[in-house]
């Protein structure tokens, strides 16, 4: 017994020294770190949906079933990619510095307000979708929080979908949690479940930190480590719990 405990720590000791970390976290994952980032070429389906199969697919039967309760599930934005994320923060960035003359912090945090870091965006996974009903007359910015509260155009949708997308796999990211952190409540963001949770795990093992700092967009020379940590715990893990 004595002996076969000394073999069995000795080997493990040995594992320990010839297998650095970084090579056992990356045989877990099934998601490749570019996958993750929205900078790998990945199969979507569906024209103007643009979601992973499984996910399409569970979006069409949400779609088919709100549309028999009289709602007409239009999709706003589903797949973005790294750079198309990086254009839309640049263009904030610039807007915000420049135009509104900020100084760079403020306008970094008036950007992750609603806009996602190049690189951190859920929607780079092919499973989180911005919904409104296609149905009502609807003027300016869609994705407003009022629009889907009592009284404006999607109210009908919401409180469908809120009875009805679970059902299908669909769960609001950003709700309205006063305790919840990070991004404002987005009544519009659904993500699909039994892929978004494995992704998030597999992106929770990436070093976030160190893969942004070899990024060059504009700002990233502002991002320190203590900046980062806290928008990874409030902005990308501060969620809906359902779906961590
Ligand atoms: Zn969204």
């Not at 199969?43 to 709100?66: H, P």
């Amino acid at each position: 017994m004595k002996r076969r405990t000394f073999i069995k720590s000795t080997s493990l000791t040995g594992m320990a020294c010839t297998l650095p970390p970084f090579i056992t976290t990356s045989f877990n994952s099934d998601y490749s770190t570019e996958e993750l980032m929205g900078k790998a070429d990945v199969e979507l389906f569906g024209e103007g949906i643009n979601l992973r199969k499984e996910a399409y697919e569970s979006f069409l039967e949400m779609k088919k079933a709100a549309y028999t309760a009289g709602y007409d599930i239009k999709m706003v934005s589903s797949f973005r990619d790294f750079y198309r994320q990086e254009a839309i923060w640049e263009r904030k960035y610039i807007q915000y510095t420049e135009d509104d003359g900020m100084d760079p912090l403020r306008a970094i945090d008036k950007i992750i307000e609603y806009s996602t870091i190049p690189g951190t965006s859920r929607h780079h996974w092919g499973t989180d979708i911005d919904i409104i009903d296609g149905y009502p007359k609807s003027t300016g910015d869609v994705l407003v929080p009022e629009k889907f509260e009592a009284g404006g155009p999607f109210e009908g949708l919401k409180l469908w979908l809120d009875e009805n997308s679970e059902k299908f796999g669909f769960y609001l990211v950003y709700n309205n949690d006063p305790r919840r952190r990070g991004f404002k409540y987005e009544p519009w963001h659904y993500s699909y479940a039994p892929i978004s949770i494995p992704m998030l795990s597999a992106y929770r093992r990436l070093n976030v930190l160190r893969l942004l700092e070899k990024e060059e967009f504009l700002g990233t020379e502002h991002f320190t480590t203590g900046f980062i940590k806290t928008y990874v715990q409030d902005n990308i893990l501060d969620i809906n719990p359902n779906l961590l």
